[in-house]
């Protein structure tokens, strides 16, 4: 089809990319975004993947705008709507996308990036996590990290990597980055 299409010009054809959920505490931290909008979010697009990025998602000031409130029943309600937009967003984007790869460092692997885990085991997504923090953080020397996070990593057909360069191998189960 796309020898025709070449060949006699009929349409001009788009390869659809593989899209990647990437979950992270990362964007917490002033030094967590910068290497995840600086190295791991270009990273994986040079991969070839679509990102779907949960940091990007909501628009920075509708946040801003919360944390302006002063305190009390108003910002709290606010939060609480703005919080059940960004987790149902974050959700649709786990649905949307092949595979998921996520950040496992920290002392231990944080909550949410962990719940996302789960969810995305649970639709059958391949998961990749990258732990780049060399500190121990799992529940025996058997595994990497928290025994049941790991386990739905590799039970997904993933795998854990400590550097973001291995990447690649990791997540080519999906075909590469073009769906």
Same mark, same amino acid.
């Given at each position: 089809?796309?020898?025709?299409?070449?060949?006699?010009? *009929?349409?001009?054809?788009?390869?659809?990319?593989?899209?990647i959920y990437l979950a992270s505490p990362l964007g917490f931290s002033q030094?967590?975004?910068?290497?995840?909008? &600086?190295? !791991?979010?270009?990273?994986?697009?040079?991969?070839? *993947?679509?990102?779907?990025?949960?940091?990007? @998602?909501?628009?920075?000031?509708?946040?801003?705008?919360?944390?302006?409130?002063?305190?009390?029943?108003?910002?709290?309600?606010?939060?609480?709507?703005?919080? @059940?937009?960004?987790?149902?967003s974050n959700r649709a984007a786990i649905d949307e996308a092949r595979g998921?790869?996520?950040? !496992?460092?920290?002392?231990?692997?944080? &909550?949410?990036?962990?719940?996302?885990?789960? *969810?995305?085991?649970?639709?059958?997504? !391949?998961?990749?996590?990258?732990?780049?923090? /060399?500190?121990? &953080?799992?529940?025996?020397?058997?595994?990497?990290?928290?025994?049941?996070?790991?386990? /739905?990593?590799?039970? &997904?057909?993933?795998?854990?990597?400590?550097?973001?360069?291995? !990447?690649?191998?990791?997540?080519?189960p999906l075909g590469g980055g073009t769906a």
């Amino acid at each position: 089809m796309l020898a025709a299409v070449a060949r006699f010009g *009929y349409a001009r054809a788009t390869v659809a990319k593989t899209r990647i959920y990437l979950a992270s505490p990362l964007g917490f931290s002033q030094a967590g975004r910068h290497f995840y909008t &600086s190295v !791991l979010v270009p990273f994986v697009r040079r991969l070839g *993947y679509e990102v779907l990025d949960p940091w990007a @998602r909501t628009d920075q000031r509708t946040i801003e705008a919360v944390q302006k409130m002063p305190y009390g029943a108003a910002r709290r309600d606010a939060w609480r709507t703005l919080n @059940r937009e960004m987790t149902a967003s974050n959700r649709a984007a786990i649905d949307e996308a092949r595979g998921v790869v996520a950040v !496992l460092d920290g002392v231990d692997v944080d &909550s949410g990036t962990a719940a996302e885990i789960g *969810y995305a085991f649970a639709r059958g997504k !391949l998961i990749v996590g990258y732990r780049g923090d /060399f500190r121990l &953080s799992a529940d025996n020397e058997g595994s990497t990290v928290n025994m049941q996070v790991e386990y /739905f990593i590799r039970e &997904s057909g993933g795998t854990i990597v400590d550097r973001y360069e291995d !990447l690649e191998p990791a997540l080519a189960p999906l075909g590469g980055g073009t769906a």
